[in-house]
């Protein structure tokens, strides 16, 4: 079966960094689109990031361009979100899920990683 454990959360001060990992489980990982979301309270899930399934192409929602970094290990069926300069706006807990090109994400999704950034 399908299984996304995100890690790497925690607690930060504004304009420090923070990594998250997401190891995937149940799938050919190299040969799908990895995808990083977000949400908050209050507030639909957000896409962050995605990164192609070999790694080429990347995308990042405008509100984290310049300051987080998507990045993948397929010998490790492992994807990464490198964030920096975290903002209190970044406060939300982060899943990560997977399509194959021109497909849906899987339904199931991981427990998620708190991400708290405050003063």
């Known amino acids: 079966q399908v299984q996304l454990v995100e890690s790497g959360g925690g607690l930060v001060q504004p304009g420090g960094s923070l990594r998250l990992s997401c190891v995937a489980s149940?799938?050919?990982?190299?040969?799908?689109?990895m995808k990083w979301y977000r949400q908050a309270p209050g507030k639909e899930r957000e896409l962050v990031a995605r990164?192609?399934?070999?790694?080429?192409?990347?995308n990042y929602a405008d509100s984290v361009k310049g300051r987080f970094t998507i990045s993948r290990d397929n010998a490790k069926n492992t994807v990464y979100l490198q964030m920096n300069t975290l903002k209190p706006e970044d406060t939300a807990v982060y899943y990560c899920?997977?399509?194959?090109?021109?497909?849906?994400?899987?339904?199931?999704w991981g427990q998620g990683t708190q991400v708290t950034v405050s003063s």
């Open positions: 899920n997977a399509a194959r090109y021109g497909g849906q994400d899987f339904g199931s």
């Open positions: 149940g799938f050919t990982f190299s040969r799908y689109a």
């Open positions: 990164i192609s399934s070999g790694g080429v192409s990347i």
